[in-house]
């Protein structure tokens, strides 16, 4: 199984969201929390894992994976149901 996945930092200026792609979902948080990922490693305490989609193939979640980085439309509807799913839990 592979997953996509979102971590969200509620207290970076911009609140970043970090978009990646693994097979090991439980691996991949942990080095993300322990710095090891580069584009993470600036502020790795405070990433949070809040949104997973899992796929049967490899190719299947690298499509979802760039869908999500390269159109604008796509990671901004996902950052509206974050962030609003976030503010509901509150």
Do not use: C
């Not at 159109?71 to 974050?82: C, M, P, S």
């Amino acid at each position: 199984m592979w997953s996509v996945y979102t971590l969200y930092n509620p207290l970076a200026n911009d609140k970043k969201f970090y978009i990646g792609l693994t097979n090991n979902i439980a691996r991949r948080i942990n080095k993300h929390h322990t710095g090891k990922v580069y584009f993470t490693h600036w502020d790795y305490k405070n990433w949070k894992l809040v949104y997973v989609e899992t796929y049967l193939s490899r190719d299947d979640a690298a499509r979802r994976e760039q869908s999500l980085k390269n159109h604008g439309q796509a990671i901004r509807q996902l950052k509206v149901r974050i962030i609003e799913s976030i503010n509901l839990a509150k």
